[in-house]
């Protein structure tokens, strides 16, 4: 099974093209979907989900024609959007339920069952009789990924999962992810390349709707090897540096700009080499990206 | 500081669309805002731009679009928490009063902008082509912007402030959006004040406050007059001012700044979980999922049942339903009102009450909870969840769809039992639980549910909830709209006509069936409009219309593919059948059809109006009635009599028009041809072979029958029925041209250039002075007739019974009048119980007999004995004092409440099961009404029966003037003089009603036309001053004088002349015995038109 995309475009009718001949072939196991805020990752990932037309190109999963066959892929889809509400005077057994329904689990004894150990797997499973107004960010995302999971998905799209997450639920949230196995086609979609980097066996980074990169994590790092150089700077130097380097990123480290620069040879004058990070790699792309575009 | 926020207020609606909408939704509401508030009411000399008339259409228009001003109002600072802003807003060093003022006055300005759609409306309104220039003043703008600053605004102000202030304590949009309903609910409330003062001073609207101001004031002043701010009415307002100022205080005191409300904070802070690493050993097990037809009637199960207690739940919907019981226990405190006494709370008339009262708390749910259901999901954000599951957008339409009617159900319940309380409130016990249920579940609901389905519709396309919420109400409108223009075909009228009334009689009768069949029709429709509703609802994140519009073939599934073309099948072939009844089977006349019709019958026939016809002198006929199926044929002949002083070559013979009846064979002795010329008037010409010679006889047979076809659109006949069926001789044929069938009214006749049209002719008139009616084709008959029906009815008309037999499984009875009696008769059959008495007098000595009977309806025997005492009672009296009852039996039938009214024939009196049957009358604070009214039909007998008067202005003072006085001087010998004056102190009000109606000069006594306030209402109080001061003696024995005189069989004078007695003959009579000092009042009594004296 595998989630192929091919030549897919969206421009919104104010203009701006969302996705720009977008072609992926996404194998099952975690994928991630690395881009800046407004890259197109939504676009993206709610057109797979069913939920957005795209002007034109392809989507397919295993013989699914996804944009043509809605409903089919509906059946294997489990989909978390970035920003959801939940109704607030219901509780999580309620809504977990009723979305069972939703999702054709028809035989009620099995529901139960499938909404409780859903529960318990997302660790609500003592709270699941209060209403859903008083859940954390942290609660309220689980619950979203308990309803994702609710049908068993071969596809399964999460936008975004952690923002505004502290690092104890991220690490839960990931904890159940982690665990859904190789059967899966999971896309992750953030902005968070440490995301990226603790869980995903295949990326892409999209910027301004277009694919820069797409492989495996290690790959690409291995891409980067005794290229990156640090130096930490003086705030008044930035401009110079960067018209003198390619500075793939600034960073403050105790009040001082840290930057990161790409380099085929030594530079020389102050630069030491370093490992690259997948962050390196995703300011990189942007980098380039961004500046092609400019000139 | 404030000025900022007041300007940033502005600027944000400035840009929002809903400020114009809102502006322009009320300005073309107002346009149409007169007509649609006084839509059926007779407006008589009040002008359409009258003061009053504009301070009444402001007052109800800006309180039926209270919910408007909720609108703006309330979101103003909920709007801060729905966009969670707050805390930013919050944290800023604004001040409480400031933020509060700026807001407030900002959406205020907004709302009167909005709501001076009214006014601009309003005037351009009085510019529109429809209105008759005659039915206005001159256009003067200052008055409606007067009327705006003194009914609307002080009205917005308390209600902005009210909901201002609700919306910022409770934070909750559906609390905003129903708050309008509670000062709907407190309007309503104060119509149950039974102080005029108090309830002026109360109504938020000032409805009542402007009728209680001009009460005493003449029709003209009313229509002229402007309306002084001062008074009750300066009261009204600075009360409901004051209140809106109370409520900004208590907002002002009770608000705060803090983002979390405190008391539910607590409450929430108790979620924490205990056990965190207990995850990884669960198992999620492996479920089958299923999406065939089982698991899509799952999915419906659930959602309908989600989403009616996602609206159960609400505290708001529970305001509803108990705003709506206790505005029923309130409100039906009268009911079946009938010449001021109230019926016992029979079931039929609470549910009507609780229909009519009802009807805007239903309208406010359909409204509003469709719009919530429609945007649940997207108002919680979770509809992309929901949208990438594979649930069919049908689904779950209709189960919101269903929820919402479920949700109708409840309240409906909840009515019921209200009802069911207030009639064990006033010990009534016969609780009828199948009127109930039929009466919401046929009638109520299956509205509900159409409009629901328009409103779902609209919903899902336009993708705005306040545009649809406004759409919906504009598509109500518009449909009433349509059906007050005629446009009211069941088939392309939106939900086909109302269910006919329900009868204790004859149920819901022949109505029900062509109901079901339209509902079902127009539920298709829905269906319909649901299934296109769910595929181009929004899905996703793609909201423009056409593009949903054009994806929507992708989501043909093929199930919903196959219900769509079965609900299209269906919806065409139950409109084809619809169609092949109303317009094949019956003919189906719009309005301009049938004025069309009436206008060339008159420019064609009226030549024939005063040509010399024969007159009917003897009837004889055998009517087959068949009640089951509402046929009926009618066989025999009548006597016709050349009384004119020349030959009579043709005779001419008017069927009456209705598309069930036929005139099957009609034909003359000594032979005819027939001259069809005017056949599409259903008017024969028949050429007899050998002239009819003055005083020569000819025998006209024919056969008449009603057959009932497949069904009608809209009402149908209800005089023939499955119980109670009633008719008269005017559906047989008649001689010559029928005046009825001209068109009445002035400006149509005027546009169709036909002369103006004389009601009733002059005194003088001829030809009218010789006809005891229009078109009156008899001066008297024989008559002879043999009804049959089916085997539980009973069937009646005039004269003796001389058989009665069975066979054939049917009822046969065989009548005969042994005496000349008027060609007025009608033909009764029913189920009834009888109640038998005789009345036995000594005249000339020899005693004589009289059977009474009252036929009536099992249930229906409260006030039977009421009636027999008034039946010997008047019997009595009148012989006494006006000379003899002329017939051997007096009969009482009672028919269905399709009319109200009982009339007086020959011997019998056909009575509405509405009035005196079912009237609950306590004797210590109501007037006898069951017997008033018998007394008053059994005066007939003597005036109308035995005297008649000739067709000309003031023909009915002397039918019904006197019969009034008969009636209440018997009411004033069986009871007391105080429940006369009670009595005559309604009349006072009846009088003075109708001639505020009035648009013409009113016309004195003597030469009153069809005007009942002053033949019944004036004519008794005028009649009852005159014995007072000339003696009930001597009125008794003008009056006797003039039957004896005038009897149309023997009468002394009208032996003598070809022409009927009109009201000269009559006040000559009164002048005779009265003495001359008091010769004047017959002047002013009867002859001027001068103010009661009572």
Redesign the interface.
């Known amino acids: 099974m595998k989630l192929i995309i091919d030549n897919l475009s969206k421009t919104y009718?104010n203009g701006v093209k969302a996705l720009q001949n977008i072609s992926l072939e996404i194998p099952t196991g975690m994928f991630g979907l690395l881009g800046p805020n407004g890259a197109g990752k939504s676009t993206l990932m709610?057109t797979i989900?069913?939920?957005?037309?795209a002007d034109s190109g392809y989507i397919s999963l295993g013989n699914i024609d996804v944009l043509?066959q809605?409903?089919e892929l509906?059946?294997v889809?489990g989909?978390?959007?970035q920003?959801?509400?939940?109704?607030?005077?219901?509780s999580a057994e309620v809504l977990l339920n009723?979305?069972a329904?939703?999702?054709?689990?028809?035989?009620k004894g099995?529901?139960k069952?499938?909404v409780d150990?859903?529960l318990?797997?997302?660790?609500?499973?003592?709270?699941k009789k209060?209403n859903l107004?008083?859940?954390?960010g942290g609660?309220k995302q689980r619950f979203?990924i308990a309803?994702a999971?609710l049908?068993?998905p071969k596809l399964l799209i999460v936008d975004e999962p952690t923002a505004g997450l502290d690092p104890l639920e991220r690490n839960?949230f990931y904890?159940?992810l982690s665990?859904l196995g190789e059967q899966t086609v999971i896309i992750l979609s953030t902005h968070i390349v440490d995301d990226v980097k603790e869980l995903c066996t295949n990326m892409a980074i999209i910027n301004q709707g277009q694919v820069c990169l797409k492989g495996n994590p290690l790959q690409i790092l291995e891409n980067l090897k005794g290229r990156v150089y640090k130096k930490t700077i003086e705030k008044l130097e930035l401009k110079a540096y960067k018209q003198d380097y390619k500075v793939i990123s600034e960073k403050l480290f105790l009040g001082k700009p840290t930057i990161h620069i790409l380099s085929d040879a030594n530079p020389g004058d102050g630069f030491s080499l370093i490992n690259a990070e997948l962050e390196d790699v995703y300011f990189s792309e942007i980098f380039n990206n961004t500046n092609a575009k400019s000139i | 500081m404030w000025y900022n926020i007041f300007k940033f207020e502005i600027q944000y609606r400035i840009k929002r669309a809903d400020t114009y909408v809102f502006f322009l939704f009320l300005f073309l509401f107002s346009i149409v805002g007169v007509d649609f508030i006084f839509q059926g009411s007779d407006m008589g000399l009040m002008k359409k731009n009258s003061p009053i008339v504009i301070a009444k259409t402001m007052g109800a228009i800006t309180g039926l679009f209270m919910i408007l001003a909720s609108m703006i109002m309330g979101v103003s600072v909920l709007r801060d928490f729905e966009y969670h802003i707050e805390s930013l807003i919050f944290t800023t060093p604004i001040n409480k009063k400031d933020y509060l003022l700026g807001r407030f006055l900002g959406s205020f300005t907004v709302l009167l902008f909005a709501f001076t759609g009214i006014l601009f409306g309003m005037i351009l309104g009085e510019f529109m082509p429809w209105h008759n220039p005659e039915h206005l003043l001159a256009f003067n703008a200052l008055i409606y912007v007067k009327m705006f600053i003194m009914i609307t605004l002080p009205t917005l102000f308390f209600g902005a402030s009210l909901f201002f202030v609700t919306g910022a304590l409770t934070r909750n949009l559906v609390v905003v959006y129903t708050q309008g309903i509670i000062v709907f609910v407190i309007f309503m409330l104060t119509k149950a004040i039974t102080n005029d003062f108090w309830q002026a001073i109360l109504d938020p609207f000032s409805l009542t406050t402007t009728t209680f101001v001009t009460k005493s004031w003449s029709t003209l002043t009313k229509s002229t007059q402007e309306i002084p701010f001062i008074g009750v009415l300066l009261y009204n307002k600075l009360f409901w001012v004051a209140i809106g100022i109370i409520a900004m205080i208590y907002g002002y005191k009770k608000f705060n700044f803090n983002v979390v409300k405190e008391k539910k904070a607590k409450?929430?802070?108790?979620?924490v979980?205990?056990?965190?690493n207990?995850?990884?050993d669960?198992?999620?097990?492996?479920?089958?999922?299923?999406?065939g037809l089982?698991?899509k009637w799952?999915?419906l199960k659930?959602f309908t049942w989600?989403y009616f207690t996602?609206i159960f739940?609400q505290s708001s919907f529970w305001g509803i339903v108990i705003c709506g019981m206790i505005i029923i226990l309130i409100n039906s405190v009268n009911l079946g009102t009938v010449y001021g006494v109230d019926s016992y709370p029979a079931t039929y008339f609470i549910v009507e009450e609780l229909k009519e009262t009802s009807m805007y708390f239903f309208i406010v749910l359909l409204v509003f909870y469709s719009g919530e259901l429609v945007w649940k999901e997207r108002g919680?954000?979770?509809d992309?969840?929901?949208?990438?599951?594979?649930?069919s957008n049908f689904i779950k339409l209709l189960g919101k769809y269903i929820g919402l009617n479920l949700i109708y159900v409840v309240l409906i319940f909840a009515l019921i039992g209200s009802g069911i309380i207030f009639q064990t409130l006033n010990g009534y016990y016969k609780y009828e639980f199948q009127v109930y249920l039929s009466g919401f579940f046929l009638e109520i609901l299956p509205f509900l549910a159409l409009y629901t389905c328009i409103a779902f519709f609209i919903q899902s396309i336009v993708n705005h909830k306040f545009l649809g919420i406004m759409l919906v109400i504009v598509f109500f409108i518009a449909n009433i709209v349509l059906g007050l223009f005629g446009f009211d075909h069941d088939l392309y009228f939106f939900g086909g006509s109302a269910l006919g009334a329900y009868s204790d009689m004859n149920g819901y009768g022949h109505f029900f069936k062509p109901y079901l069949i339209i509902k079902a029709y127009w539920f298709l429709f829905g269906m319909l409009l649901l299934i296109i509703g769910s595929l181009v609802n929004v899905?996703?994140?793609?909201t423009?219309v056409w593009?949903r519009i054009k994806?929507s073939k992708?989501r043909l599934?093929k199930p919903l593919f196959i219900l769509t073309t079965m609900v299209c099948l269906l919806f065409i072939t139950i409109g084809s059948f619809i169609f092949y009844n109303t317009n094949v089977l019956n003919a189906y006349w719009t309005n301009s059809k049938a004025t069309d019709f009436r206008v060339t019958y008159e420019k064609e026939l009226k030549q024939f109006e005063y040509i010399p016809q024969p007159k009917i002198v003897a009837v004889n006929l055998q009517v087959e009635l068949y009640p089951t199926t509402r046929d009926y044929t009618v066989e025999g002949y009548y006597i016709l009599k050349n009384n004119a002083t020349e030959d009579i070559k043709s005779i001419h013979i008017q069927k009456f028009i209705e598309e069930n009846i036929t005139l099957d064979t009609i034909s003359f002795e000594g032979g005819f041809t027939i001259d069809n010329k005017y056949g599409k008037f259903d008017y024969s010409i028949f050429i007899l072979n050998a002239a009819l010679k003055p005083g020569d006889v000819i025998k006209m047979h024919f056969k008449q029958s009603f057959t009932t076809k497949g069904f009608e659109s809209g009402n149908s006949n209800v005089n023939i029925n499955n119980n109670g069926t009633f008719f008269n001789n005017t559906d047989l044929p008649t001689i010559g041209y029928t005046k009825k069938y001209e068109l009445n009214d002035a400006d149509t006749r005027k546009e169709y250039s036909l002369p103006i049209r004389i009601h009733t002719a002059n005194r003088n008139d001829l030809n009218e002075l010789k006809n005891a009616r229009n078109g009156s084709d008899s001066d008297g008959i024989n008559f002879e007739m043999i009804i049959g029906t089916s085997k539980d009815q009973t069937a009646l008309a005039p004269g003796n019974l001389l058989r009665k037999w069975t066979e054939n499984n049917r009822n046969y009875f065989h009548y005969k009048m042994k005496k000349t009696m008027i060609n007025f008769y009608a033909i009764v059959s029913a189920e009834y119980e009888i109640k038998k008495d005789e009345w036995i007098t000594s005249q000339d000595s020899i005693a004589k007999t009289v059977d009474l009977e009252i036929y009536f309806h099992k249930a229906h025997n409260y006030n039977i004995d009421r009636m027999m005492t008034s039946m010997k009672a008047s019997l009595t009296y009148f012989s006494n004092n006006f000379g003899p009852y002329q017939y051997e039996q007096l009969r009482i039938m009672e028919f269905p409440r399709y009319a109200e009214f009982a009339q007086s024939f020959p011997g019998t009196i056909p009575f509405s099961e509405a009035i005196g049957f079912v009237l609950d009358i306590d004797d210590k604070k109501d007037v006898d009404m069951a017997f008033y009214v018998t007394a008053h039909e059994i005066a007939h007998q003597w005036f109308g029966m035995q005297v008649e008067a000739a067709n000309v202005k003031g023909r009915l003072t002397i039918l019904e003037t006197l019969s009034q006085y008969a009636a209440i001087m018997v009411l004033k010998q069986h009871y007391s003089e105080e429940k006369v004056f009670q009595f005559l102190e309604t009349q006072k009000e009846n009088y003075k009603k109708g001639k505020d109606r009035e648009d013409a000069k009113e016309p004195s006594l003597a030469l009153v036309e069809d005007q009942d306030y002053i033949y019944y209402a004036k004519g008794v109080i005028n009649m009852y001053e005159f014995q007072k001061v000339i003696g009930e003696e001597n009125v008794n024995k003008a009056l006797r004088y003039f039957l004896k005189d005038w009897n149309t069989t023997n009468g002394k004078l009208k032996m003598n002349t070809d022409r009927y007695a009109t009201t000269q003959d009559l006040l000559d009579y009164f002048r005779e015995v009265t003495p001359e000092s008091n010769q004047y009042l017959i002047t002013d009594l009867f002859e001027k038109v001068k103010p009661l004296k009572l």
């Open positions: 009718s709610r989900a069913t939920l957005q037309e043509k809605k409903n509906r059946q889809l989909y978390l959007p920003q959801f509400g939940l109704y607030p005077k219901i009723h979305f329904v939703l999702k054709g689990i028809t035989h099995e529901r069952n499938l150990s859903l318990h797997k997302t660790n609500l499973y003592d709270v209060q107004k008083g859940y954390s609660m979203g309803q999971l049908n068993n839960r904890n159940v665990e | 409450k929430n802070q108790k979620l979980i205990k056990r965190t207990e995850v990884n669960v198992v999620i097990p492996q479920v089958k999922k299923q999406y089982l698991s799952n999915q659930q989600f996602s739940k919680a954000k979770l992309l969840i929901y949208d990438a599951t594979p649930m899905r996703g994140v793609e423009n593009k994806a992708n599934s």
